[in-house]
């Protein structure tokens, strides 16, 4: 099981001609206990978000020790997936500092046909 990091979701990264996916915007204290949780039950955690502002302030918030990464995310059956954006994104521009107020973060279910059930 794995914990994943991500900017706003790109389709492409879950496999699939039928997807469902359920989007459940917590606060930042059900985030963490839920990131507690699993990590308590063995998941790993992974980042797949370049944007160093938004992983030093993740790191503070949630007690982590993330790495800035340009890597491209394909999703696998069972990833629990934290879905990390700005509240209002500033189109074409990379917004150099960011709080984490500025940040909307949701915990992000998928239904995919060949699962037939949430991972």
């Known amino acids: 099981m794995r914990i994943v990091f991500l900017p706003p979701v790109p389709l ?16 930042l204290e059900e985030v963490k206990k839920t990131i507690d949780a699993l990590v308590r039950q063995g998941a790993r955690i992974e980042c797949y978000i370049r944007h160093e502002s938004t992983v030093r302030v993740l790191n503070q918030a949630l007690g982590l020790d993330l790495k800035p990464s340009n890597a491209l995310y394909r999703y696998q059956e069972g990833d629990v997936l934290i879905v990390v954006g700005l509240k209002k994104p500033v189109r074409g521009q990379e917004v150099a500092d960011v709080t984490i107020d500025d940040l909307d973060i949701a915990i992000v279910s998928v239904v995919t046909e060949e699962s037939g059930r949430q991972g």
């Open 12 to 27: 492409n990264a879950i496999p699939g001609q039928d997807i469902l996916l359920i989007v459940k915007r917590r606060p």
